[in-house]
Structures are given as structure tokens and as C-alpha cells.
């Protein structure tokens, strides 16, 4: 068997010559052998693997699922505490509020009292102004304010107009010209809209000649 590129040398009449053969069987042998190669697989995961991950992610499932119960629960709980926190509160406030007014009654019954025994309206009417000043005083403990009306302009927002009136002079129009019932305010919020009567300007309206 000739051995691949083989160099062979002929005497030929000219001189000597020299030539290579080369046997193509050598190099397809090897590219056959190169083909046939199996490549390189990447090892395929086991089923035990795939078995423990699963039961791995199931564990942390469970946690997250305790874990956010337990988060509920003492949000709950959280809730109902605040809930009666503030109700404890509130029945706080409101028996302070209702032993001040009960500090105004009986100056009330006193006031009667004094009067009835001795017929004396100076004295009951001196009374009345006390607890009327006590009242007041009580409101601005409690930041309840009344707030002015007549001759301001209306406002909708914190008064009830119950009555138009007409008025002669065009800068009464739409100014409230009369107070019925005084309006309240606490904390800057509206208690109770002043009902009041508000100026409707007319050229028809006739002039007072006083």
C-alpha cells in the first residue's frame, strides 16, 4: 500500500523527474472518523433533582402563605384595637363636654330658684346674664365661634337667607340687612348657617323720606 503523499522519482530521458501521489482514501477515513464523532450532551437533570425543587418552591409557598395569614390577623387585630382605643377616647371627650354644660344648668336652677323666693326679676334677670356669659365662655373653650353677618355681604356657604327685603340705595343689594338666628363655627368648620335676611336692590323701590 502506497502511504499517503509518497514522493516518487522516475529517470526519464530528459533527466530526472519528481512527483507526489497522494491517496484521497487516508483523508476521507479520516473526516468519516471526525463525523462519526457523537458530540458532547449536556447531562440531563434526574427526576430526584426536579423532585426536590419542587418540594423546595411547595415549602416556600406554604411560609409565604403562613406568613401573609399571620400579617392579616395582626392587621385585624391592629384595626379593632385602634377601633376601641378611639371609642374610649371619644366617651372621653363627651363626658367632659356634658359635665361643663351640667356646670351651666345649675346655675340655671339657682337663678330660678332665687327668683321664685323672692319675686325679684332684677336678680333673675342678672342671673340669665351670667349663665349667658358662662355659655359663651364655654363655646370659645371649645373653639365654637359665632361669626358676624349684618351688613357683610351674603354668603350661601354659612347663611340661610329665610327672606328677601327690598332696599333703596343700590349698596344694600345682596347684603344682609338682618340677623334671625346666629351662625357657628368650630375649628374653622360650619356648626350651624346663620339664617338671615338679605337686601334685594330695585329702582322701584321707594325712597324712605325720614
Not at 403562613?66 to 371627650?93: P, T
Not at 361643663?100 to 344648668?105: M, N, S, T, Y
Amino acid at each position: 500500500m502506497m502511504e499517503e503523499g509518497k514522493k516518487i522519482e522516475i529517470d526519464d530521458e530528459n533527466g530526472e523527474s519528481e512527483f507526489s501521489i497522494r491517496d484521497k482514501r487516508f483523508s476521507a477515513k479520516r473526516e468519516e472518523e471526525e463525523a462519526e464523532e457523537p458530540e458532547e450532551k449536556q447531562p440531563a437533570v434526574s427526576v430526584e433533582q426536579l423532585k426536590t425543587d419542587l418540594e423546595s418552591k411547595d415549602k416556600m409557598l406554604k411560609e409565604y402563605a403562613a406568613s401573609l395569614k399571620k400579617m392579616q390577623e395582626e392587621n385585624h387585630s391592629f384595626r379593632n384595637r385602634l377601633e376601641r382605643d378611639l371609642e374610649k377616647r371619644v366617651g372621653r371627650e363627651k363626658s367632659g363636654f356634658i359635665l361643663k354644660l351640667l356646670e351651666i344648668i345649675d346655675n340655671m336652677e339657682r337663678a330660678v330658684e332665687s327668683a321664685e323666693k323672692t319675686d325679684d326679676t332684677n336678680s333673675l334677670l342678672d342671673g340669665i346674664k351670667m349663665i349667658h356669659m358662662q355659655f359663651k365662655n364655654f363655646l370659645e373653650s371649645e373653639e365654637v365661634e359665632v361669626f358676624e353677618t349684618i351688613g357683610k355681604e351674603f354668603d350661601p356657604n354659612i347663611q340661610e337667607a329665610v327672606e328677601v327685603v327690598p332696599v333703596s340705595a343700590k349698596k344694600d343689594d345682596n347684603i344682609v340687612m338682618d340677623e334671625i338666628q346666629k351662625g357657628y363655627t368650630i375649628n374653622d368648620q360650619l356648626v350651624r348657617p346663620a339664617k338671615v335676611r338679605v337686601g334685594k336692590f330695585s329702582k322701584k323701590t321707594p325712597k324712605n323720606d325720614s
